[in-house]
């Protein structure tokens, strides 16, 4: 049985945020804004429902979705796309496929004791965030 993620999460830290950011053609101003930024996670995990909610002083991106269901995602406020996505499990780990122009494109999340991890894919480049689970 997967793991119950349910939670809030401070962040620690990351690496590769420039080149993920690079690969989805995020302009250089931007991609330099959001390397400085620290965001925090929101889960909320009741049976097949989630809600993952990434907090950040410039702005919050909600995620409310069900487990092996495809939904159209708009990633506006990401880099203006929209694309197709599905989220499941594999083993303990929650993995976000998205598919659309980007090749690669999606991330996944896994907790090693009180730590989130987060692997977020675009093209060739990953860019990894590790975040702490608040008691």
């Given at each position: ?92 780990q ?7 122009e980007?090749?690669n ?31």
């Amino acid at each position: 049985m997967p793991p119950n993620l349910t939670g809030y999460y401070r962040f620690v830290s990351q690496d590769n945020m420039d080149g993920y950011l690079r690969a989805l053609d995020i302009n250089v101003a931007l991609r330099k804004l959001v390397c400085l930024l620290k965001p925090d996670k929101e889960i909320i995990h009741a049976g097949d429902h989630m809600t993952i909610r990434t907090i950040t002083s410039l702005r919050n991106y909600i995620m409310d979705f069900d487990l092996g269901k495809e939904f159209e995602e708009d990633l506006g406020p990401v880099d203006g796309r929209k694309c197709q996505t599905v989220i499941s499990w594999e083993g303990d780990q929650l993995v976000c496929e998205q598919q659309g122009e980007k090749r690669n494109r999606g991330w996944r999340h896994w907790l090693e004791g009180d730590y989130l991890h987060l692997h977020m894919t675009a093209e060739d480049e990953v860019c990894v965030q590790i975040f702490q689970k608040v008691k």
